[in-house]
């Protein structure tokens, strides 16, 4: 099955509360936590709000399955929510779909999602002969549902002021011009370049023990599944307000 392209959305939020929520990372408690604090704090707020959450819902943490089950349900009353999708997403899909190996996807912290899946990373090998079988084992043992969610997840939400996207930009390319590769992976490219940005840019991916803030772009990524600090941002009226869990 060849990658398909994955849909790139656009959204004018100026009268809109919008909350984004940094790499989760298996981290379900934390997810719920700050769920429960973006409901309270946009009980505050007028009319119905947005929450954004910006890729790599799987893998390290202990409850892949759990945060995937969550983000596939309603949002909270009063709430619309738009789920990016992040690299580890993408791997994960790429491994269903033949791109990569199971050794290689194992390496991005992928034996947690198979424990929070009821499957055991380290006995499959020695029951399987060949690693076809094991492969074909684990493909058919993951729920559908889940995949065809991850599939359908967008690179890009861009809006009159802010991009939302998992790793960054390429800053030498028009948002057009953007590869789905670049918008989930990018790294040192967007993050050491003097080249100024379009608008602010909210990522992730990249992790620190702190929120990233500089004048065009802020990076959410606080560790959350070795730390606990699962880091949200709010914009509203032109205002950029940061809590954590």
């Given at each position: 099955?060849?990658?398909?392209?994955?849909?790139?959305?656009?959204?004018?939020?100026?009268a809109?509360?919008?909350?984004?929520?940094?790499?989760?990372?298996?981290?379900?408690?934390?997810?719920?936590?700050?769920?429960?604090?973006?409901?309270?704090?946009?009980?505050?707020?007028?009319?119905?709000?947005?929450?954004?959450?910006?890729?790599?819902?799987?893998?390290?943490?202990?409850?892949?399955?759990?945060?995937?089950?969550?983000?596939?349900?309603?949002?909270?009353?009063g709430?619309?929510?738009?789920?990016?999708?992040?690299?580890?997403?993408?791997?994960m899909?790429?491994?269903?779909?033949?791109?990569?190996s199971?050794?290689?996807?194992?390496?991005?912290?992928?034996?947690?999602?198979?424990?929070?899946?009821?499957?055991?990373?380290?006995?499959?090998?020695?029951?399987?002969?060949?690693?076809?079988?094991?492969?074909?084992?684990?493909?058919?043992?993951?729920?559908?549902?889940?995949?065809?969610?991850?599939?359908?997840?967008?690179?890009?939400?861009?809006?009159?002021?802010?991009?939302?996207?998992?790793?960054?930009?390429?800053?030498?390319?028009?948002?057009?011009?953007?590869?789905?590769?670049?918008?989930?992976?990018?790294r040192?490219?967007?993050?050491?370049?003097?080249?100024?940005?379009?608008?602010?840019?909210?990522?992730?991916?990249?992790?620190?023990?702190?929120?990233?803030?500089?004048?065009?772009?802020?990076?959410?990524?606080?560790?959350?599944?070795?730390?606990?600090?699962?880091?949200?941002?709010?914009?509203?009226?032109?205002?950029?307000?940061?809590?954590?869990?």
């Amino acid at each position: 099955m060849a990658r398909q392209p994955r849909p790139r959305l656009t959204l004018d939020i100026a009268a809109i509360p919008t909350y984004a929520i940094g790499d989760i990372h298996g981290r379900y408690d934390l997810l719920v936590k700050a769920e429960a604090a973006i409901l309270r704090d946009g009980g505050q707020l007028p009319g119905r709000k947005l929450i954004v959450t910006l890729g790599d819902y799987i893998d390290r943490g202990p409850e892949s399955s759990q945060v995937i089950a969550h983000l596939m349900e309603p949002p909270p009353d009063g709430f619309d929510r738009i789920c990016l999708a992040g690299n580890h997403e993408v791997a994960m899909l790429d491994y269903i779909d033949g791109w990569i190996s199971y050794d290689d996807w194992m390496q991005m912290g992928s034996a947690e999602l198979l424990k929070s899946y009821g499957l055991d990373p380290e006995h499959l090998p020695l029951v399987f002969p060949t690693g076809a079988k094991l492969d074909a084992f684990i493909r058919q043992s993951l729920p559908r549902t889940h995949i065809d969610f991850m599939r359908a997840m967008p690179v890009l939400l861009e809006t009159p002021s802010v991009i939302f996207v998992h790793a960054g930009i390429n800053p030498k390319l028009r948002l057009g011009e953007q590869t789905d590769e670049d918008l989930v992976l990018i790294r040192q490219r967007f993050l050491e370049s003097r080249v100024p940005l379009p608008k602010l840019v909210v990522h992730g991916h990249t992790p620190n023990d702190e929120p990233d803030i500089r004048p065009r772009r802020l990076n959410l990524d606080t560790r959350a599944f070795r730390s606990g600090k699962l880091t949200v941002a709010r914009f509203w009226q032109g205002k950029v307000h940061l809590f954590s869990t």
